[in-house]
């Protein structure tokens, strides 16, 4: 019988604490920004809970990022579609008729809380693929260095 090497598959990189931790403010935010924000629109204008399908969407997306069971290059799709919909959820809000002093107030927090969130995990991920790459290249640079040395 023939043998072969059986080589174990890399390891996907999964989030870091930092990154989890993003995802799990990500997720009281938008909790909040449901409670104080969408439901009393959802009462006001029931065909809004349709635009918010995507949202709901990603919420669900933001607890697997959390609980850090998905790796760093499907978060940084999660979070690129997230950085969409904030925006998204903004011009949207801009068309609604009179909102209240109240309302403005708490969606300007919570975009500039979401947008924070969103763009320190985006540089994160960025930041570690980056670390990880350079590692790699050392890693090659170091054993043709190390082979160069044998066949001398």
Known sequence: MPTSHLHPLPAVPKLSRFGRALAGAQVLKETLSIIFLGLPLV?????????????VALYLLHWQLALGRVGRVFAAAVWSFTLLD?????????ELDSPTRGQIRLLHWSYFLGLSIILLALGELGWRWQRRRAKAQ???HHKAVLTARQRQ
Do not use: C, M
């Open 43 to 55: 009462k006001a204008a029931p065909l809004v809970l349709l635009s918010a399908l995507p949202g």
């Open 86 to 94: 904030e925006l998204w959820g903004l011009l949207l809000f801009q």
């Open 138 to 140: 050392r890693n090659v």
